[in-house]
């Protein structure tokens, strides 16, 4: 199969209506889009990912109506919906006997947000159904943020990569969970659990577990297949002294092999929109160890963080 790379918004619709997968830009990372009512088309995209059928997907949705079509909205989501969409948070929800299991992998809650890219709110608004769509990477891998990302490890199983540009935010979104009457963090990402404190107060923190409620939270998700170490950076390149590492810092330089510094500034809404980009160029050159500073614990540091300690946690 050939991959076109294009800006065509309408073409992608009608690849979409056909039951085609169709990778697709977001704020966040893109996602493998299918038809979310459409069983055949959601199972392909399983097949392209090479992704388990227990990990549900998140579902993509334009608006108020079509949020309804999938999910119980409780009274108690509500406020989060007014600040936060459109956005980077996923809200996990009970869903609608419409929404296919395979889609949820047969969990009584669907995990649905409404993305904030304006290509793909034009794609929402043509094909006019919710689109299903896990980051469009391989199972396991890290995700992708540019469409030239995509088209390195999914070209040739797919017939169409709709071209956003580099996704501004750079991480996946923030997952939460409504349940026994409190919001449970399932990952953090791009909507910063600070900004969503401030408005539904302490989040309780998901357990990571063998067959986790969100399985992001599989320890060894999000990796690069070189191996990565992450801390303090000198004392790391001490560690290794005698190998190339490629190292990956937060504001400032350091001697190594190779060192990406992911904003001078110190601004970490910046390096985050950098941080996956890096990751895979330092796993594609001849570094032999990826050695990566630890974020501030705060803002999308917290989000940074998770995704390196779990790249970290592969072997
Ligand atoms: O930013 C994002 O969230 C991107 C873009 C494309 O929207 N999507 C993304 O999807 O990161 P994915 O499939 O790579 O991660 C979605 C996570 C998975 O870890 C999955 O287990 C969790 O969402 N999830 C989906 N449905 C769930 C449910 N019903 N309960 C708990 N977790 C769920
Ligand atoms: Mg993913």
Redesign the pocket.
């Known amino acids: 199969m050939t991959t076109v790379t294009g800006t065509d918004v309408a073409q992608a619709a009608r690849l979409l209506e056909q039951g085609a997968v169709v990778a697709i830009p977001t704020e966040t ?1 893109y996602g493998l889009a299918a038809d979310a009512f459409n069983e055949e088309a959601v199972l392909t995209i399983f097949t392209v ?1 090479q ?1 388990p059928a227990f990990d549900p997907l998140i579902v993509h949705v334009r608006d108020r109506a079509q949020l309804d079509r999938v999910a119980v909205v409780p009274p108690q989501a509500e406020v989060l919906i007014d600040r936060f969409w459109p956005g980077p948070l996923t809200l996990v929800l009970p869903k609608r006997p419409a929404v296919p299991d395979l889609v949820t992998s047969g969990l009584d809650t669907v995990a649905v947000r409404m993305p904030a890219h304006t290509m793909t709110r034009a794609l929402l608004d043509a094909v006019d159904t919710p689109l299903a769509a ?2 469009a ?1 391989p ?1 396991g891998y890290v ?1 992708p943020t540019t469409a030239g990302h995509v088209q390195d490890q999914l070209g040739g199983r797919i017939p169409y990569i709709l071209d956003g540009g580099a996704c501004a935010v750079g991480v ?1 979104s923030t997952i939460l969970g409504w349940q026994q009457e409190r919001w449970v963090l399932f990952r953090p990402g791009g909507a910063p659990v600070e900004a969503i404190e401030a408005v539904v107060g302490p989040l309780h923190v998901a357990a990571d577990s063998a067959r986790p409620q969100a399985p ?1 939270m599989l320890e060894s ?2 990796a690069p297949r070189k191996p990565v170490h992450v801390g303090d950076v000198d004392s790391l390149l001490r560690r290794f002294a005698g190998r190339a590492v490629g190292v990956i810092s937060f504001r400032t330089e350091h001697a190594a092999h190779r060192c990406e510094v992911l904003s001078p500034e110190g601004d970490l809404a910046v390096a985050a929109r950098h941080l996956f980009a890096v990751l895979r160029e330092l796993d594609a050159s001849d570094c032999q160890v990826i050695v990566a500073e630890r974020f501030p614990e705060e803002g999308l540091g917290r989000a940074m963080n998770d995704r390196l300690r779990r790249a970290a946690a592969r072997r």
């Open positions: 990372v990912k992704r896990p980051s990477n199972f995700s996946e992001g998700h999000y």
